[in-house]
């Protein structure tokens, strides 16, 4: 043993005798214990290297950082080496494999810091950082020291010096719950000025005010900033107004301000703790389910209670089929048809809710070649009828505006785009709709006909957009704008604004024979905000389809799926599949044909539909917003009535819809005189 001055002994107290591990014919390790780490364990060098001896660290008496020296003696074959090497030292967790603790320590040419070991004696400093030790002493470090890119094995475990077990008790660092610490655990005064953090911590607020003076604010030094008081002074109030809603002002001296009677209305309610004016009511045969923060109700019929069942019925024209409503901007009924007789188009406008008196007669808009067919109908921005429909004879789309409230007379007619070649014998598949988009202009929907390399007629579906309400150009160039021409798609189509204010449109696809829905990626339906999306893919889904926008503000699809009535509700504006809710709201045999929806003032949607089983006019009253339930009525039982059924909500909050009798047929209106057509 070589010892120290006493000072080393304490710290030091090390070995200066080698222990050898291994064969001394071949490599070995040799190794000196440190005071502050020690290593365990044998390394094996790969066969043609070297020996590495490890020496002690030296501690500073100085306050240190996170390095600490490390001493070696590097032989090969015996013999001391004499060389700059390439040394790479490594911290893990675990005597093999585990998890690395600390970047790797390098110390090789390509860093340009190689070691030159002199006599097969070389010194490094190595620094794994502040994070490497800082940790509980049953965590175990091992050192893996790598020779000029062969890793000697096994790994080192790192121990403790005997004075750095006094380290130890920092271990209760690691285990201190919270709120452990009180006042019993500090010392009296202990915690002053430079322990704290003065951007989280007051210092002790030491100012004073001088008297006639305030406090205006504090530093983080416990100084105040101050300023004149003027509490007490002489100032006096010269004018304080009543406001709208109050009475008393103005105030020039002294006074009082109260509430004026009738000053309280909607504007100064908070309507989810006060109750706006009850404003609604039901109809005969009706409960009130609920009043709604604005006042109006929520009503259900009353099974099995005496209720209104009369239907106010009229006929409007013995020629009439592809029939559409809309409520004018009059208050009143106007429809457009197909004059079958006549292949003309017509209007009719009513002169009540019930439309029991018409404009006599209806007016022949168009009347040049086979026009009128698929008719859509819509009031424009400017309170005038606008009119969508095929053009049989020359293949187009055609738009008219109405002249007057009334459709007396119309506008030229305006095409909007070739309909390509129709199918033979499959006129019924040339559909549009229309509608107003969110800018105030016309937008229609349709099926155009393109023919493919075997001369098939293929339907894309397409969109138009006005320019004006007369719809006199296009809203940009490139229009109108085919959304889908993935297979033959695009009929039975409906168009609707949707709350998010762009246009979403149903359709139907006829090669795979599924319902879809294709949203528009802007107000102009310049293309589509995802690709259109399959809503319904049972087995012959989504002929007869009628969409609107929800009182929730999201689409709603009435459609005609399997001989069944069913209802898609989308669960986001774009209708993912995935989150809509389809409902067979009728599953009576062969009923949904001609499907129209339209959303009550009772927020539920409502349905007209056409049952060819027994040939009669049907609506169901959905009872939830999703339509997840419905209480279905017939409304006509004359023979065929119901095909080309079309329904819209009346100025009054009454179901009012139009349809055919017979075929050729009669030209109906029915007003219902209650919400749900009971």
């Given at each position: 043993?070589?010892?120290?001055?006493s000072?080393?002994?304490?710290r030091?107290?090390r070995?200066?005798?080698?222990?050898?591990?291994?064969?001394?014919?071949?490599?070995?390790?040799?190794?000196?214990?440190s005071?502050?780490l020690?290593w365990a364990g044998?390394?094996?060098l790969p066969?043609?290297?070297?020996?590495?001896?490890?020496a002690?660290?030296?501690?500073?008496e100085?306050p240190?950082g996170?390095?600490f020296?490390?001493?070696?003696?590097l032989?090969?074959?015996?013999?001391?080496?004499?060389?700059?090497?390439?040394?790479?030292?490594?911290?893990f967790?675990?005597?093999?494999?585990?998890?690395?603790?600390?970047?790797s320590?390098?110390?090789?040419?390509?860093?340009?810091?190689?070691?030159?070991v002199?006599g097969?004696?070389?010194?490094?400093?190595?620094d794994?950082?502040?994070?490497a030790?800082?940790s509980?002493?049953?965590q175990?470090r091992?050192?893996?020291?790598?020779?000029?890119?062969?890793v000697?094995?096994p790994?080192t475990?790192?121990?403790?010096?005997?004075?750095?077990?006094?380290?130890?008790?920092?271990?209760?660092?690691?285990?201190?719950?919270?709120?452990s610490i009180?006042?019993?655990?500090?010392?009296?005064?202990?915690?002053?000025?430079?322990?704290?953090?003065a951007?989280?911590v007051q210092?002790?607020?030491?100012?004073?005010?001088?008297s006639?003076?305030?406090?205006l604010?504090i530093?983080?030094?416990?100084s105040?900033?101050?300023?004149?008081?003027?509490?007490g002074g002489a100032?006096?109030v010269?004018?304080i107004?009543s406001?709208?809603?109050?009475?008393?002002?103005?105030i020039?001296?002294?006074g009082?301000l109260?509430?004026?009677?009738?000053?309280?209305?909607?504007a100064?309610?908070?309507?989810?703790?006060?109750?706006?004016?009850?404003t609604g009511?039901?109809?005969?045969?009706?409960?009130?389910?609920?009043?709604?923060?604005?006042?109006?109700?929520?009503?259900?019929?009353?099974?099995?209670?005496?209720?209104?069942?009369?239907?106010?019925?009229?006929?409007?024209?013995?020629?009439?089929s592809?029939t559409?409503?809309?409520?004018g901007?009059?208050?009143?009924?106007?429809?457009?048809?197909?004059d079958a007789?006549?292949r003309?188009?017509?209007v009719?406008?009513?002169?009540d809710?019930?439309?029991?008196?018409?404009?006599?007669?209806?007016?022949?808009i168009?009347?040049?070649?086979?026009?009128g067919?698929?008719?859509?109908?819509?009031?424009?921005?400017?309170?005038?009828?606008i009119v969508?429909f095929?053009d049989?004879?020359?293949?187009?789309l055609?738009f008219?505006q109405c002249?007057d409230?009334?459709c007396?007379?119309?506008?030229?007619?305006?095409?909007l785009?070739p309909?390509?070649?129709l199918?033979?014998?499959?006129?019924?598949?040339?559909?549009?709709?229309?509608?107003?988009?969110?800018?105030?202009?016309p937008?229609?929907?349709f099926?155009n006909y393109?023919q493919?390399g075997?001369?098939?007629a293929?339907?894309q579906?397409?969109?138009a957009?006005c320019?004006?309400?007369?719809?006199?150009?296009?809203?940009f160039?490139?229009n109108?704008?085919?959304?889908?021409?993935?297979?033959?798609?695009?009929?039975?189509n409906?168009i609707a604004?949707?709350g998010?204010?762009?246009?979403v449109?149903?359709?139907?696809?006829s090669t795979?024979?599924h319902?879809k829905?294709?949203?528009?990626?802007?107000?102009?339906?310049s293309?589509?905000?995802?690709?259109?999306?399959?809503?319904?893919s049972?087995a012959?889904?989504?002929?007869f389809?009628?969409?609107?926008?929800?009182?929730?503000g999201?689409p709603?699809?009435?459609?005609?799926a399997?001989?069944?009535?069913?209802v898609?509700?989308?669960?986001?504006?774009?209708?993912?599949?995935?989150?809509?809710?389809?409902t067979?709201?009728?599953?009576a045999?062969?009923?949904?044909?001609?499907?129209?929806?339209?959303?009550?003032?009772?927020?539920?949607?409502v349905?007209?539909?056409?049952?060819?089983?027994?040939?009669?006019?049907?609506?169901?009253?959905?009872t939830t917003?999703?339509?997840?339930?419905?209480?279905?009525?017939?409304v006509?039982?004359?023979?065929t009535?119901?095909?080309?059924?079309s329904?819209?909500?009346?100025?009054?909050?009454?179901?009012?819809?139009?349809y055919?009798?017979g075929?050729p047929?009669?030209?109906?209106?029915?007003k219902?005189?209650n919400?749900?057509?009971?």
């Amino acid at each position: 043993m070589e010892e120290k001055g006493s000072d080393d002994r304490k710290r030091y107290n090390r070995m200066t005798r080698p222990c050898v591990l291994g064969s001394t014919n071949g490599p070995y390790l040799q190794r000196w214990w440190s005071p502050r780490l020690a290593w365990a364990g044998r390394l094996t060098l790969p066969s043609a290297f070297l020996v590495l001896v490890l020496a002690g660290l030296a501690l500073a008496e100085t306050p240190q950082g996170t390095a600490f020296s490390y001493q070696g003696t590097l032989l090969q074959g015996g013999v001391p080496v004499n060389a700059s090497v390439d040394l790479v030292f490594d911290l893990f967790d675990a005597p093999v494999a585990g998890n690395q603790v600390a970047p790797s320590t390098p110390f090789t040419a390509a860093n340009g810091n190689p070691v030159s070991v002199q006599g097969g004696v070389f010194t490094v400093a190595l620094d794994f950082g502040p994070l490497a030790f800082n940790s509980p002493v049953s965590q175990e470090r091992y050192l893996q020291v790598t020779v000029n890119g062969d890793v000697l094995s096994p790994r080192t475990k790192i121990e403790n010096a005997p004075y750095a077990l006094q380290s130890r008790t920092a271990e209760l660092a690691y285990t201190v719950a919270n709120a452990s610490i009180g006042a019993a655990q500090i010392a009296p005064a202990g915690i002053g000025l430079i322990q704290i953090d003065a951007t989280q911590v007051q210092a002790r607020v030491s100012g004073v005010c001088a008297s006639g003076e305030k406090v205006l604010s504090i530093a983080a030094d416990g100084s105040v900033g101050c300023a004149v008081d003027a509490i007490g002074g002489a100032g006096t109030v010269t004018n304080i107004a009543s406001g709208t809603g109050l009475t008393g002002g103005p105030i020039t001296n002294s006074g009082t301000l109260s509430i004026a009677n009738g000053g309280v209305g909607i504007a100064q309610i908070n309507s989810t703790q006060v109750q706006a004016r009850v404003t609604g009511s039901c109809a005969a045969g009706e409960y009130l389910r609920g009043i709604n923060a604005d006042g109006t109700v929520a009503c259900a019929a009353v099974t099995g209670a005496p209720r209104d069942t009369r239907l106010d019925t009229t006929t409007v024209d013995i020629n009439g089929s592809y029939t559409s409503i809309a409520i004018g901007s009059d208050g009143l009924p106007v429809l457009s048809y197909y004059d079958a007789t006549n292949r003309d188009l017509k209007v009719a406008h009513c002169r009540d809710s019930a439309c029991t008196d018409t404009t006599i007669p209806p007016s022949a808009i168009v009347v040049t070649g086979d026009v009128g067919r698929f008719s859509s109908i819509a009031i424009g921005a400017n309170g005038l009828p606008i009119v969508s429909f095929l053009d049989v004879t020359t293949k187009v789309l055609d738009f008219v505006q109405c002249a007057d409230v009334e459709c007396a007379s119309a506008a030229p007619v305006v095409l909007l785009s070739p309909t390509g070649p129709l199918p033979a014998g499959t006129i019924s598949n040339g559909s549009t709709s229309i509608a107003v988009a969110a800018d105030g202009t016309p937008i229609v929907s349709f099926v155009n006909y393109v023919q493919n390399g075997s001369g098939t007629a293929i339907g894309q579906l397409t969109v138009a957009h006005c320019s004006d309400a007369a719809c006199t150009s296009w809203q940009f160039v490139g229009n109108p704008v085919v959304l889908d021409a993935s297979a033959n798609v695009g009929q039975y189509n409906s168009i609707a604004i949707g709350g998010d204010g762009a246009a979403v449109i149903s359709y139907f696809d006829s090669t795979n024979g599924h319902l879809k829905v294709a949203h528009c990626a802007d107000v102009y339906c310049s293309g589509t905000s995802v690709p259109p999306i399959t809503l319904d893919s049972t087995a012959s889904a989504g002929t007869f389809t009628s969409i609107k926008a929800g009182s929730d503000g999201l689409p709603i699809v009435s459609y005609y799926a399997s001989a069944h009535l069913k209802v898609a509700h989308c669960g986001d504006a774009v209708c993912t599949a995935a989150l809509a809710t389809l409902t067979t709201v009728d599953n009576a045999p062969a009923v949904g044909r001609y499907s129209s929806l339209a959303i009550g003032t009772d927020a539920m949607p409502v349905i007209s539909y056409y049952d060819a089983t027994k040939t009669l006019l049907k609506v169901a009253h959905c009872t939830t917003v999703t339509c997840s339930s419905a209480v279905t009525t017939t409304v006509d039982s004359t023979p065929t009535a119901g095909q080309f059924s079309s329904l819209t909500i009346g100025a009054d909050g009454l179901p009012v819809m139009s349809y055919m009798v017979g075929n050729p047929g009669t030209l109906k209106v029915l007003k219902c005189n209650n919400r749900s057509c009971l």
